[in-house]
C-alpha cells in the first residue's frame, strides 16, 4: 500500500491509464496520487492537456484526447511520477525519466523493473534523451512486453 | 587570553536594517527591501550565500512562482544573483557569525576573528533550522549522521558517508536523501519509520521504493554497535501504542546511519533578544509569537523562514518576500507595488499550506499567533 | 569514498591537492574541502572525544551547528572542522577536553 511502502496498488495504477484503444497513441501517465501543493505539470503541457485548478493543491487531470505523448511533462515532474506509454503489437514503448549513472545505451538489454522494485522482465533500449533543456532528468524509451503493461515501471542495468 | 579580546571595538556601524540569514527566506528579504529602495545588511556565516539550498539536487514542489521544477541549487543561484544585482543597497557579509543580538538593536558578530558591533533599527531574523537528534544506545557513535550532513558531504564537497546506509525516518528529507545517496553510488540497505506510515510525498516514496530500497513503517532504531565506528544497527518493530515488539529486533551491517527525524528553529538569537517564545510541536519546537506582518513581540524584529516554524523552502521564499515588504514599510519605504505584491505573497502562502499537508502547519500557525494566508 | 561521477552535480577532477596533518601523520585534501570532509574522505571519522566518558565523536550536522566536530587546529581547540576550510600546513588534532585558553 502506497502509505505503507510506497507501491501504489493495482486500482491506482490502473484508474491513471486510459482505454487501451487510446494506447496505440503514445500517452502520459500521471502517478500522481496525492495532494501535494505542485502544479509543473500543468503549466509545461505544450498542449494544455493537463490541467490543476486553482489550488495547486489538486490532483492533476489529464485529457489523453488532448495529450500527444510529447513527454515534456516527464521532466518537469518534480516527483518523477510521469511516463509515456504506447501499445506497439504485442509490445509496449514507454518513456521513462532516469537520473543515474550509467545511463543505457541504445539497442542494450536492461531489467525491466515493477514498482516494488523487483524484476519483471526484459527492457530493450530504443532512445536515451538528455537535452538542455531536461535539466538533468534523462528520458529513456525503452520497449517491454505487453503482459507488463500495468507493471512496468523503471529499468536497472543487467550485471 | 583569546586573539579576539585583542582587537578594540573602535566604533558602531549604523544600519537601517540587517538580515541575519542569508538561505532562501534572507535572501528574498533582502531582494524586496531593496526593490523598495531601503538599504540594508545581510549576513551569513557561511562562504557561501543560498543556505541548505545549495546541497539539494532535486527538483522542488510548489508552483513556478516559488520556483517549482527548478533543482534547489539553481535556486540559490539565481536567489544570489538577484541579490547580487543591488550591490549599492545590500551590504553582504559573508563568512560572519552573529554571536550577539541586544534589545536595543545592536548585532555582535565575528568578521575575519573581528568582533564588531551594529547598530540597527530594524532586524529581520532567517536564521533557518538545526537538525533534531534521536535517542538510543550509542546514538553518538561516528557514522551516524543527520539527514542534512550527508547531503552537505556528499553534494557539496562530493565525498560519500559510507557505503552501506540505514534511514532512519520517511520525511521528504529521509526519502529525498535516500534517493540521493543512491545517486552518489551509497547501497540504501532500508528506510525505517516509527510510524505506522510514511511520513513524505508518496512521489518520493515511490521513487526509492522502485530502485528496490525496502521502506519499513512501525519501526525503529533500538541501538547501534561500534567502537570507534557504527559497524552494526539493531531495529525493533513497533505496535500501534509505539511498544517495542519483543522478538522483532533485526540486525544491520552499516558503516554510516542517517538520521532524518525532522528540523528544530534555530531560534538561539530570538531568545537571546527576548522575544516572546512558545512550544508548538506541529512547527518542529521553540518558535517565536508573531504577528501577521511577520514582526516578534519586539517591534521591528521581524522573523521569517524555518526559524518561525518548519515549513518547506518553498514557503521560506515566500515569508522572506512578506517580512522584507513589511520591514522597509514600517521603515517607511514602500516598495512601488507594495499591496500588489502583499495580496500576491499571502495569496500564495494560503496555496502552499492549503493540502493534507499543509493541516500540521495550518494547525502550528493557529497557536503561534498567525491567522492569515491560511484558510 | 569521493564521488567520482555524478547524474546532476559536477565535481571537478583536477583539484589542487591541501597538504595538511592528522594527528601528527602527513595527509592530504582537496582545495575546496573543509577540515571534516578531507577527513573523512581518507576514512577518518572520529574527530572529537567526549569530555568525560571519552566516547568518540564525528559531525552530525555538517553545517556548523552541532559542535560534535570540534578539533584542535593549528594550536587551537573547539574549531568547528564541518565549517573550517581545510589550509595548506594546517595542523589538525583530535580534541578530547574542554580546550584551554591560551596567551
Request: glycine share 8%.
Amino acid at each position: 500500500m502506497l502509505v505503507k511502502d510506497g507501491v501504489a496498488t493495482y486500482e491506482q495504477v490502473i484508474s491513471r491509464f486510459p482505454k487501451q484503444e487510446f494506447l496505440v497513441k503514445p500517452k502520459a501517465i500521471i502517478e500522481c496520487y496525492e495532494n501535494i501543493p505542485c502544479n509543473p505539470c500543468s503549466t509545461s503541457c505544450p498542449f494544455d492537456a493537463i490541467t490543476i485548478l486553482e489550488d495547486i493543491n489538486q490532483l492533476p487531470k489529464i485529457d489523453f484526447d488532448k495529450c500527444t505523448g510529447c513527454g515534456v511533462c516527464i521532466y518537469n515532474c518534480p516527483g518523477l511520477a510521469i511516463m509515456v506509454c504506447q501499445i506497439i503489437g504485442d509490445k509496449v514503448r514507454f518513456k521513462i525519466p532516469y537520473e543515474f549513472l550509467p545511463y543505457p545505451n541504445e539497442s542494450e538489454t536492461w531489467h525491466a523493473i515493477n514498482r516494488k522494485g523487483e524484476i519483471i522482465g526484459d527492457a530493450l533500449i530504443e532512445k536515451v534523451m538528455l537535452t538542455k533543456r531536461q535539466d538533468r532528468t534523462a528520458v529513456i524509451q525503452v520497449l517491454v512486453d505487453k503482459e507488463n503493461l500495468y507493471d512496468f515501471v523503471t529499468i536497472r542495468r543487467k550485471i | 587570553m583569546s586573539k579576539y579580546s585583542l582587537i578594540k571595538v573602535k566604533y558602531m556601524i549604523k544600519k537601517d536594517l540587517v538580515i541575519i540569514g542569508g538561505g532562501p527566506a534572507g535572501l528574498c528579504a533582502a531582494k524586496m527591501v531593496a526593490e523598495a529602495n531601503q538599504s540594508c545588511m545581510l549576513i551569513d556565516r557561511n562562504q557561501i550565500l543560498g543556505g541548505q539550498l545549495i546541497k539539494q539536487t532535486h527538483m522542488f514542489f510548489g508552483s513556478e512562482k516559488q520556483y517549482a521544477k527548478t533543482r534547489g541549487i539553481d535556486i540559490a543561484e539565481k536567489l544570489v544573483e538577484d541579490v547580487k544585482k543591488y550591490s549599492d543597497l545590500i551590504d553582504i557579509w559573508e563568512d560572519t557569525t552573529v554571536v550577539g543580538l541586544y534589545q536595543d538593536k545592536v548585532v555582535t558578530v565575528l568578521k575575519n576573528e573581528r568582533y564588531v558591533k551594529i547598530q540597527a533599527k530594524a532586524i529581520i531574523i532567517a536564521t533557518g533550522a538545526s537538525e533534531k537528534v534521536l535517542a538510543f544506545e550509542n546514538n553518538d557513535l561516528p557514522g551516524i549522521y543527520g539527514a542534512g550532513a550527508v547531503q552537505t558531504l556528499m553534494n557539496v564537497y562530493g565525498v560519500k558517508p559510507g557505503h552501506k546506509i540505514v534511514m532512519v525516518g520517511s520525511g521528504n528529507i529521509g526519502l529525498i536523501v535516500s534517493y540521493q545517496l543512491m545517486q552518489a553510488g551509497v547501497n540504501v540497505l532500508s528506510i525505517i519509520e516509527a510510524s505506522p506510515k510514511i511520513g513524505g510525498y508518496k512521489v518520493h516514496a515511490s521513487k526509492v521504493r522502485r530502485l528496490g530500497v525496502n521502506i519499513e513503517t512501525s519501526c525503529t532504531i533500538k541501538k547501534a554497535i561500534g567502537h570507534e565506528n557504527v559497524k552494526k544497527i539493531e531495529t525493533i518493530k513497533l505496535d500501534e501504542n509505539w511498544k517495542e515488539i519483543e522478538g522483532t529486533e533485526k540486525e544491520y551491517e552499516v558503516d554510516a546511519v542517517c538520521i532524518a527525524v525532522g528540523l528544530t528553529p534555530l531560534t538561539n538569537l530570538l531568545s537571546m533578544i527576548g522575544c516572546q517564545m512558545k512550544y508548538v510541536s506541529e512547527l518542529g519546537g521553540l518558535v517565536p509569537i508573531i504577528n501577521e506582518n511577520h514582526e516578534t513581540s519586539i517591534e521591528n524584529i521581524y522573523v521569517c523562514g524555518d526559524a518561525s516554524g518548519i515549513e518547506e523552502a518553498s514557503s521560506a521564499i515566500v515569508e522572506g518576500y512578506l517580512a522584507g515588504l513589511h520591514a522597509c514599510k514600517k521603515l517607511g519605504k514602500f516598495h512601488p507595488k507594495n499591496d500588489e505584491l502583499m495580496n500576491e505573497y499571502h495569496q500564495q502562502l494560503t496555496n502552499l499550506r492549503n493540502g493534507p499537508f499543509g493541516e500540521k502547519i495550518r494547525i502550528g500557525l493557529k497557536k503561534q499567533g498567525v491567522c492569515k494566508d491560511v484558510s | 569514498m569521493r564521488i567520482k561521477e555524478h547524474p546532476i552535480l559536477n565535481f571537478k577532477e583536477e583539484r589542487k591537492v591541501i597538504h595538511f596533518t592528522f594527528n601528527n601523520c602527513p595527509v592530504t585534501g582537496y582545495e575546496g574541502d573543509t577540515i571534516a570532509s578531507a577527513l573523512h574522505a581518507l576514512g577518518i571519522k572520529k574527530l572529537s572525544e567526549s569530555m568525560n566518558l571519552k566516547r568518540p565523536r564525528g559531525f552530525y550536522c555538517a553545517i556548523g551547528n552541532c559542535s560534535s566536530c570540534r578539533m584542535i587546529v593549528d594550536g587551537e581547540p573547539n574549531v568547528k572542522t564541518c565549517v573550517t576550510l581545510l589550509k595548506e600546513g594546517m595542523d589538525v588534532k583530535v580534541q578530547s577536553n574542554k580546550g584551554e585558553i591560551y596567551d
